[in-house]
Every structure is written in structure tokens, then in C-alpha cells.
């Protein structure tokens, strides 16, 4: 059974770089026509859309994060990776990385999501 | 880009109906068929319960429902169990490739 697993460092100084890594198991993502996403969760907030890719490396993400975010695809590691720089304090969330089925274009639903971590931005 | 607004908490009663609104814009829920629902379960990963709509996944309850209407859509729990327990967040496509979020309604038995 496919699982996703969220890791990297659970504290980040402020202007630097958050990454994280989110590793499949159980499947590969190697020439699936899956898409990849990445959520977030700010402490007593809803969920955030940051960003997808395709298997293919093309990346589409949110507009308000766009300039900031880089999701990448390593196949060879089956990993999906995210880094977001700089980074402030309003960046402190819980981030979820998550599968979005092969479907019609627009059709993005999430499907399978790993458990998230916690990342806090504090010097 | 705006956040989906959603009811910050809706409560029944256990045997009771609820429903739980998702209100957007003709650019994301009124534009598309494309509004799915998450039960999140602080701690664990939350999971697909609607999408398209009204589609359930294979493995969720019949007593998930969904619809839309509008600019609105709904997420309908029937027959409300203990485990209903949980927030909901609702999600729509919103054009120029991009998603978006409600701000989540939790879900009180």
C-alpha cells in the first residue's frame, strides 16, 4: 500500500531555507501520471495550498507563494521535495505532502496524504 | 486568491443530519466541478471523503454526501457518528492552475 512520509528539520531561522522531503513507499513515482502536491497548516488555521507537479517536473503553485517555492521530483529516491526561502515566522505550519490522481485538467483532488510535519520558523 | 469560507463549527446531535456550506466565486466552486472535501482527524492525515462534487472515494461511508449549487457547495453527514468527530475542509479548483482552501468547520457530535 502506498504511504507517504513527510521529513526534514523541525526549526528553521527566519530568512533562511525551509526544505523538506516527502519519500513514497510501497509504489513508485518513476513514469506515474500522478501529480504531487504540497499543503500546509499554519497553528488554528485552515489548510494551504502551496503547490503541485506533474511526474513530468512541471510545477504549477500558489501565486501568493509562487516566487518563494521550488517543488522538485527525485525519482531515482522516490521523493517529492519542497523548499520555500526566505522563510518568516507566518511560514510555521504543519506541511502535508499529498497524491493527486491522473484525471481531467482542474481535477486536482488529494487522494492519499502523509501524517505532516510540524516546521517552526523562530531564531 | 481568496480561502473558501466555511462555517467555523457546526454540532448534532448522534442519528442527526448536518450540513456543512463551502462558499466561493464564480472563479473557483460557481466555475467548476471540481470541489472535493477532507475529514482531518487532528495528528493523523486527513482524508478524501467527496470529490467532483459529489463523488465518494471507494471506502467512504454512503452517508457522506455531496453537492453544489452556485457559487456554494455542500458536504451533507447523515446518521452523525461519535467518529464524525472531525474537522472539514473543503477544496475547489480555482482557474490559472490553482487550488484553494476553505478556512475548515469543525465538526462537533
Known amino acids: 500500500q502506498l504511504q507517504l512520509q513527510e521529513s526534514g528539520p523541525g526549526l528553521v531561522k527566519p530568512s533562511e531555507t525551509l526544505s523538506l522531503t516527502c519519500t513514497v513507499s510501497?509504489?513508485?513515482?518513476?513514469?506515474?501520471?500522478?501529480?504531487w502536491g504540497w499543503i500546509r497548516q499554519p497553528p488554528k488555521k485552515g489548510l494551504e495550498w502551496i503547490g503541485n507537479?506533474?511526474?513530468?517536473?512541471?510545477?504549477y503553485s500558489n501565486p501568493s507563494l509562487k516566487s518563494r517555492v521550488t517543488i522538485s521530483l527525485d525519482t531515482s529516491k522516490n521523493q517529492i521535495s519542497l523548499k520555500l526561502s526566505p522563510v518568516t515566522a507566518a511560514d510555521t505550519a504543519v506541511y502535508y505532502c499529498?497524491?493527486?490522481?491522473?484525471?481531467?485538467?482542474?481535477?486536482?483532488?488529494?487522494?492519499?496524504w502523509g501524517r505532516g510535519t510540524l516546521v517552526t520558523v523562530s531564531s | 486568491q481568496s480561502a473558501l469560507t466555511q462555517p467555523a463549527s457546526v454540532s448534532g446531535s448522534p442519528g442527526q443530519s448536518i450540513t456543512i456550506s463551502c462558499t466561493g466565486s464564480?472563479?473557483?466552486?460557481?466555475?467548476?466541478?471540481?470541489v472535493s472535501w477532507y475529514q482531518h482527524h487532528p495528528g493523523k492525515a486527513p482524508k478524501l471523503m467527496i470529490y467532483?462534487?459529489?463523488v465518494r472515494p471507494s471506502g467512504v461511508s454512503n452517508r457522506f454526501s455531496g453537492s453544489k449549487s452556485g457559487n456554494a457547495a455542500s458536504l451533507t453527514i447523515s446518521g452523525l457518528q461519535a467518529e464524525d468527530e472531525a474537522d472539514y475542509y473543503c477544496?475547489?479548483?480555482?482557474?490559472?492552475?490553482?487550488?484553494?482552501f476553505g478556512g475548515g468547520t469543525k465538526v462537533t457530535v
Open positions: 464564480s472563479s473557483d466552486v460557481g466555475g467548476y466541478n471540481y
Open positions: 499529498a497524491r493527486v490522481p491522473p484525471r481531467g485538467w482542474g481535477d486536482w483532488h488529494f487522494d492519499l
Open positions: 510501497g509504489g513508485s513515482i518513476r513514469g506515474s501520471s500522478y501529480y
Open positions: 477544496s475547489s479548483y480555482a482557474g490559472s492552475s490553482t487550488l484553494v
Open positions: 507537479i506533474y511526474y513530468t517536473g512541471t510545477t
Open positions: 467532483d462534487v459529489s
